[in-house]
């Protein structure tokens, strides 16, 4: 019996920042209606789907951004999302800024802050929690920028890994999910430690502006959305998986995100892909077998991995210089 799940990207226009969060969350109720309606048994929501993308705002203290976090989930404003999701037998995947008193890695409790996803099972559990693991931007304000890209400052590297877990989702007993979000879509490690545990899908939501302001120069818009297309669409070849890729879109707070969510099949293909910069449900049906073609061909694993040569990959973190080559002296 073929294994199909209907999917559902819910792209979200922007959020401005006097927009409460009861307001995104009624804005993401409608869309799981939508959903509800077209057959949808798993919804992506993008990441830090409850607020602005605050983090181009600059606070010197930063507990002054606690506002932006969520201590509980779910909570009383986000409780109405697990209500609807539950009476519609939906999943979903949703992104939030997590602040939590926990123990690090020495054992002192402390506030701790995350940019975090949870995906939440067609009857309201939380099943898998992944903190963002690449965090782009910088950490203090850079006066040359029109547009601060705080994460370094407000989030702490995701302690979590990479997990993926077979969970129930519609008429399947199970779907192996992993999760990224945003940045790490572009890193080919962070896709091949979820295909090293056998993902099918991968849920991923993002906000990314329309330029780039890290100070190497100019990039056409065409080729952000590439490169966030391409990211996509490589990793999901290359581990042989279905990915569900959801924007925040349009101009938020004076600042454009480029939207373009997409879902994507495990030969590379874009299924579906949006094409406003507002409130959008995109769909597909994702045949999981489609995934075995891959992992038991030219992907699989077990057979042609030489982790042995990838030394590098965890020892080194920047690039160093090859040596230089140097004609041989004649004996
Ligand atoms: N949110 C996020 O991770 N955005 C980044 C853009 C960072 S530009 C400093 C991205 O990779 O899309």
């Keep these: 019996m073929s294994r199909i799940i209907t999917v559902a990207a819910a792209q979200l226009g922007p959020i401005q920042k006097t927009e409460p969060r009861s307001s995104a969350v009624a804005r993401m109720i409608r869309l799981l209606e939508r959903a509800h309606r077209r057959g949808v048994e798993l919804v992506v929501f993008p990441e830090l789907a409850l607020t602005t993308f605050f983090p181009r705002h600059y606070h010197a203290d930063i507990a002054e951004a606690d506002h932006w976090f969520e201590t509980a989930m779910p909570s009383a404003e986000t409780a109405p999302l697990f209500e609807a999701a539950r009476r519609y037998g939906i999943g979903f995947h949703l992104g939030y800024a997590e602040l939590t008193r926990e123990a690090d890695e020495t ?70 999910l992993g999760m990224l979000i945003c940045n790490d879509r572009r890193w080919p490690e962070a896709w091949r430690v979820l295909g090293l545990q056998s993902v099918e899908l991968v849920a991923l939501g993002y906000n990314t502006p329309s330029l780039n302001m890290e100070g190497g120069g100019f990039e056409a818009h065409h080729l952000r959305v590439f490169h966030s297309h391409l990211s996509i669409q490589a990793g999901c070849y290359q581990n042989a998986c279905f990915a569900v890729a959801t924007a925040k879109a349009g101009v938020e707070d004076g600042a454009e995100l480029f939207g373009h969510s997409i879902i994507v099949n495990p030969h590379g293909e874009i299924i579906a892909m949006a094409a406003s910069w507002d409130d959008e449900l995109i769909t597909a049906d994702c045949d999981l077998d489609m995934c075995r073609l891959g992992r038991t061909t030219i992907f699989a694993f077990d057979r042609h991995r030489r982790p042995e040569t990838y030394r590098r990959i965890v020892d080194q973190v920047g690039a160093v210089e090859p040596p230089v080559w140097r004609k041989a002296e004649p004996r």
């Design 107 to 176: 054992g002192i409790v402390r506030t701790r802050r995350f940019n975090t996803a949870i995906l939440v099972g067609p009857e309201g559990d939380i099943l898998l929690k992944y903190r963002k693991v690449h965090l782009p931007g910088h950490a203090e304000y850079e006066p040359r920028r029109t547009v601060q890209h705080l994460e370094k400052r407000y989030f702490e590297v995701g302690n979590l890994g990479f997990p993926v877990i077979r969970a129930p989702m519609g008429t399947l007993d199970g779907l192996n």
